[in-house]
């Protein structure tokens, strides 16, 4: 099997040869763009966040930080699971097919979406080191627990 070849872009002239009806667009009169439309007024409905989606462990702590902060539910939750799923890591795998080796990890992405002033970055820095109740702090904790018993190496 040989490797495919190296990747060159098309030039100028090889990509205006692909699309001869199109041509450059820099010639394309201008009344032949139609005239822009204003968006849409408003947000789309959406539906609460629902605190039963939550593990009973996790569901108080988003609660109380909700509940102080002032913030919707969502600007904690939503950055608290993929910072949990980023903690189990590669230790924990679902394996799709069942005669393959195949395995899916945990690998979570988050997007909060607000308007300015609705606390995002307030709601996400409370999950960062230092804060009282951190994901970090409860990372360390779970690491501590899972070492209690075993015989660690010394220096």
Known sequence: MKAP???EPA????RAALAPALGDPRTWPSASWPDPQPLPEGL???APFDYAMLPDRLRPWVQDVADRMQCPPDFIAVPMVAAA?????RRCAIRPQAFSDWQEFPNLWDCMVGRPGMMKSPALFSLRPGS???LY?????????ATVGRSVPGP
Do not use: F
């Open 44 to 46: 789309a409905p959406v």
């Open 137 to 145: 702090g409860l990372a360390v904790q779970l690491r501590g627990r």
């Open 5 to 7: 070849p190296p990747y």
């Open 132 to 134: 009282p109740r951190s």
């Open 85 to 89: 799923g980023n903690l189990i890591g």
């Open 11 to 14: 030039s100028y002239d090889e």
